[in-house]
T-cell receptor, first 114, second 111 residues
């Protein structure tokens, strides 16, 4: 059973540029969430998509956006990159089975802004 | 508001037992997750507690007390490979799979 797949794994961008990250959830999982992880702030929730609709959004500026496609794959976009956007971006795939919630993470995309 | 506290660092000896505590104060609660994260890697699922009590899974056990806003992760027979960060995360429910994470506990296992 394939896990959560994120691409690209590593990327370097320049301040002011924009970046798009992709996430393919576990087959059958309709929810995809995005998190930003930095040494100082830990893991912080960006947003969650379920059946192509944004269900919840964290406290991040509008430069951070996302979408979900009909096959549950999701993308997140960061525009006008700032140095502080350098982080590990994690995607989580979720589903409730038999009343128990399962939330699994992908390998992450390491973004460095220079 | 959301507040989840864990010790920043812990050190334990190979073969020993270690308990990592997590206290939480959140506006909603529908369960608590524990994840393990090795440096440079993604968090991997360890446990999920919804009801009070202890859940055991091999060398790892997790305990929850909802009335006290408290959980712990117990690691037995420590191995060097257990050196990692351990993340406590509260699932609030309310129509979303959003998790609120603590800052994580970095565990170092020494020979």
């Amino acid at each position: 059973k394939a896990g959560v797949t994120q691409t690209p794994r590593y990327l370097i961008k320049t301040r002011g540029q924009q970046v798009t990250l992709s996430c393919s959830p576990i087959s059958g999982h309709r929810s995809v969430s995005w998190y930003q992880q930095t040494p100082g702030q830990g893991l912080q929730f960006l947003f969650e998509y379920f059946s192509e609709t944004q269900r919840n959004k964290g406290n991040f500026p509008g430069r951070f956006s996302g979408r979900q496609f009909s096959n549950s794959r999701s993308e997140m976009n960061v525009s006008t990159l700032e140095l502080g956007d350098s982080a590990l971006y994690l995607c989580a795939s979720s589903r409730t089975i038999g009343g128990r919630n399962t939330i699994y993470f992908g390998e992450g995309s390491w973004l460095t802004v220079v | 508001g959301q507040n989840i506290d864990q010790p920043t660092e812990m050190t334990a000896t190979e073969g020993a037992i270690v308990q990592i505590n997590c206290t939480y104060q959140t506006s909603g609660f529908n369960g608590l997750f524990w994840y393990q994260q090795h440096a440079g890697e993604a968090p991997t699922f360890l446990s999920y507690n919804v009801l009070d009590g202890l859940e055991e899974k091999g060398r790892f056990s997790s305990f929850l007390s909802r009335s006290k806003g408290y959980s712990y992760l117990l690691l037995k027979e420590l191995q060097m490979k257990d050196s990692a960060s351990y993340l406590c995360a509260v699932y609030s429910g309310a129509g979303s799979y959003q998790l609120t994470f603590g800052k994580g506990t970095k565990l170092s296992v020494i020979p």
